[in-house]
C-alpha cells in the first residue's frame, strides 16, 4: 500500500520552518517527504492519493501518561479531594471492575484519543493484555507501563508479575512495547523497589512512575524515608538506565539536579493536576536546566478529557500564571515535548517526526477553520486555539484511522459507547 | 417557519434535571417545551423537523466580554508582558486598521462563535457601526459596548459619541441592542466618568467597563484616587442603574461589598487573564456571596481563541488551584453563568432558557463522541470533557446557522478567511 499526501504544510518537527510539499507513504514507514519546488517527483505508483487542501501534517501526539481504561469513570466523581476521591469513589468502582470490560474501556479511549490526534499513548492500567489487544484490533500504537506496587513483603509475587509481563509484552508486536514501571513511592515498600532496580540492571531497561504528585506526598516520602521521591529512587538505583517520573510538580533544586544527571524525563498532565488541586510543575525550570519534558492526559477519572490539545495549552498557560510572566514557555517548546520528546522518552525514536524511514504516525490539521484564522503563526494557533475539532484525521502505522469525524476501526464507535454505559451502570448499581 | 426539535435530551437550565423531548420554534421564538410522555403533542404543521439523536439541546452560551474583530491579531503577537504587548504590538497594529476591515473581521469572530456554541456576544470594539452590519447580515445576535476613553479635557467628543452611539443602536434592531460602557479607570479623567454617570441617570441604564484586571491597575487607581477602581466608580455613581465589570481579578472584600450591594456582575475571562498573567479571579467567593458571575472570552488576540468550552472549563478548575480545592465551583453553576447569568447581565431575559416565549438561541451538543462516553453526568462532561467538536448546531432567533461543521450564512467561509488574511498582511507589511 501506497499512499500519497499532496498540497500540504509540513511541520516535521526535524526543523522549526512550515514547509509546503508532500509525504508519500509505503505501508507502515515514510518514505519520502517532498518539499514543493523539488524536482523528479511523481503522481504515479500511489494505491491512494489525498489532497490535503493546503492544511498542516504534522506528527501524531505522543500521550506519556494515560490510565485509558479509566473512561468509565470520566465524571462519575467530580469535584472531590484527592483522598476522598481515590477512598470513596475511584477505588470501590475499580474493584468491581471485570477483566473484559477493560478492553471495551481501552477502545473507547482509543477513539478519544484518534478524536484527538493522539498516535501513541503510554498506559498505566491493570490487564495489560486487554490493553494490547484493544489497540491491536483497533490500529492503536500502545507502550504498556509495569503498574506494580505493594507495602509488605513479600515481594515476590509482584517481582514476577513484572518480569512476565515485560518478557510477554516488550517489543512484543510492531503496535506494542513494554515498559518497567511501578505505582508511586508511597505505595510501594523499600523491598518491592531494590527488587524494580535490580530488574533495570538486569533487562538495562528504563523505569516508570508516578513521582511527586502532591506536597503531601512529598512530605510523607521526606518522613519514611529522608529523601524526597526523586532521593529516594535515586539512592534505589531506579534512574541508571533512564525513565520518567509522572506528574513531578513538587521538586528541590537537589531533585531537579539529580533528574538532569540521569537523563530523567518529565511527563507533565496539567488538567489532572488542576482538577485535583494538586499545583502546577515548575515546567521553566526543567526546561531551563534542560531537563526532557513531554505530555500526559492522565485518566479520563481526573480530568476528565483525553484532549491532547487541551494538555498542550494548560502546559503553555499554566507556567505564565505560576512565574507570573507572559513570556514563559513558548510554542515550539510545547510542540517537541508533545511530539519529539514524547516518542524519545517512550523509547519509540522512530516515531520522532516526518522524515523518510520514520514510522507513518502523523495527523492532519484543518487550517480552514475560523479558530485557526488568519495564519498568523500556526504553531501559535496550534497551542493557543487550537482544537479537536480541527483533527481532520489521525494516521497510525500508515493506516488511517480517523478522518472528517469518521472512525476507520474495526468496531463501530456506538457499540462502544453502549457496551461502556453498560458496563458503568453495572458497576455503580453494585455500589 | 415552524421547527420541531425532537428526540432530545433537554437542558433547559430552568431546571436542573435533563429531561428527554422535544422544542418546536415558531419564526424566531420556542413555541413549545414537550416532556416525553406529554399527551396531545402533533408532528403536523411543522416546515422542518430534526431528529436530534437523543443529543442535548441548551441554550446558546453568551460572550459577555469580548473584542471580535481583534481575530486579526491572533498569534500576532504572542508570550510577550501586557505593557510590551499593548504598546510595541498591539495598539501600532490597530492604529492600521481600517473601518471596513472590522466588518470582516468580525464576521470571521462570529464563524468562531457559532462553532464554539455562542449565540450572542457583548462588543467592545471600535466602528460599532460595522460590528452591527456585520451581525445583522450574518444572523448573529450582538450587544454592542460603549469604549470610550480620555485622559484629558475636555471629553465633550467622548460623551457625545456615547450618546449617539446609544440613541444609534439601544434597542435598534432584534438582533442588535447597545449598552453605556467605558474602556477602564485608567484610560478615562475624572471629568469624563462623571459624565457617564450622568449620562446613566438620564438614560437609568447600567454601565459596563474594564476593572480590576491587574493588580497595577488597582494600585495605580490608588495612588490616583485613594479608592480601588471599584470604589472610585461607585463614589461617582457609575454603579446606580447596575452593569457589569470585566476581569475583576484583584477586588477587596469592601469592593465584593459594593458589587453586591449595587448587583454589578463580574464578567471573569479567564483564558486572557491565564495567557497575559494577570491572575485567577476570586469567583469562588463571588459565588458565595451571591454577586453574578458571567464568562467572557476577552479578544482572540489574548487568548488567542473565541472558545467557550475552554472558558467554562478553565472558570471551573482554575478556582481549584487558586483556593487548594478540588471541591471549589461545580459545573451546574458554570453552566448557570455561561447562559442565564449571561442573559440577565447584557439586558436579554428573553435568551436565557429553553422555555414558550424565550428566544429560539440554542444549541445542539453531540454526545455521541468519544469525549462525551460514558454519560455519568451531562453536565459534567460539558464542563471537563466537553469541546467545540461536540456542537452539532447553532440556532439563532429560530434560524439554524452552523450545522454538523457547515456554516448556512450569506458568506462563504473561505472568503472571510481570504480576506481576513489580506488585512492583516496589508498591516504587518506597514508596521
Known sequence: MRIRLYNARLLTMTQKEIVEGEVWIREDTIEQVIVKGTDGYTTEGFDQQIDCEKNLLLPGFKNCHAHGPMTFLRSFADDLPLQEWLNQKIFPAEAKLREEDVYILMQLAILEYLQSGITTSFEMYFYPEQIAQACKDLGFRVVLSGTVFGLEEPVTEAVDTLCRDYERFHESHPLVDYRLGFHSEYSCCKALLEEIAKLSRQYQAPVYMHNSETEKEVKDCMNRHGMTP????????????GGAGHHLVYTTAEDR???KEKGIYVVTNPASNL??????APIREYLEQGIGVAIGTDGPASNNSLNFFKEMYLTATLQKIRYQDAAAVAPWDILKMATVNGAHLLGLPFCDGIAPGRQADLIQIDLQKPNMQPLNHVPDNLIYSGSIDNVRMTMIAGRILYQDGIYHTSVEPIRIYESANRIIRRIAGSL
Do not use: P, W, Y
Request: glycine share 10%.
Open 275 to 280: 482538577k485535583l488541586a494538586s499545583g502546577i
Open 230 to 241: 526523586v532521593q529516594f529512587m535515586d539512592s534505589l538505583g531506579l534512574f541508571e538506565f
Open 257 to 259: 539536579r539529580i533528574l
